[in-house]
Every structure is written in C-alpha cells, then in structure tokens.
C-alpha cells in the first residue's frame, strides 16, 4: 500500500508561483509513474502533468511553459513546480501513482491517490 500526502497549496495571486510537494510512503516510488491532476469546481479531474519513473514529462497545453513536474526518488517525492499562475489554474490539486513506468491521461489508469490541496490563484 502506497499514501501520497500533498503539501504546498495556498493562495496566490495572478503571475505569482508555488510548488507542491507529493510525498509518498513506501520503497518502491521510484518504479512508480506519478500524475498531477487538478479539478475545479463543476469541472471533470484533468491530467495537469506526467512523469515516468526514469523521468521523461509530459504536460497539458493550457500548463506547457509554465508548470514543471520533477521527482526525487531518494525522498520518495514528486514536485509540481507552477510559474505565472492565472485565476484558472484554481483547482484542488491532487498527486497520483501508478504501478507502471509510465503515466496515463486517465484517472482510472492510477492506483494511489493524495487527499487533495487547493490552489486559488486570486487578486
């Protein structure tokens, strides 16, 4: 059994940055692929950003050149780094692990779940 705890939520204004934090318990994370998701308020969960184990990332477009997803697998953690936050990027974000090597788009495809923080991005 994998936990994933989020950390690093709050709230920011427009053009302003955070980085949340996935820590995960358990000695096999770095086999692990890890997702961020995001769901706003009337919204479906949506893929934010993708990392395999050994690395490789992927993104959604509306994040591309802002977002960075990084991991260290020494710390059992995966880091979503948010650059230029706009007032859409308000989600409750939520970290995710699937027991292959790489990430899927789908929420169904992973295994473990974080219980959530919330990102509101506000003047």
């Known amino acids: 059994q994998v936990q994933l705890v989020e950390s690093g939520g709050g709230l920011v204004q427009p053009g302003g940055s955070l980085r949340l934090s996935c820590a995960a318990s358990?000695?096999?994370?770095?086999?692990?692929?890890m997702g961020w998701y995001r769901q706003a308020p009337g919204k479906q969960r949506e893929l934010v950003a993708g990392?395999?184990?050994?690395?490789?990332?992927n993104y959604a477009d509306s994040v591309k050149g802002r977002f960075t997803i990084s991991r260290d697998n020494t710390k059992n953690t995966a880091y979503l780094q948010m650059n230029n936050l706009k007032p859409e990027d308000t989600a409750v974000y939520y970290c995710?692990?699937?027991?292959?090597?790489?990430?899927?788009?789908?929420?169904?495809?992973?295994?473990?779940w974080g219980q959530g923080t919330q990102v509101t991005v506000s003047s």
């Open positions: 995710a692990a699937r027991r292959r090597s790489s990430p899927s788009s789908r929420a169904d495809d992973y295994d473990y």
């Open positions: 358990g000695s096999i994370f770095n086999v692990y692929a």
């Open positions: 990392i395999t184990s050994g690395g490789t990332t």
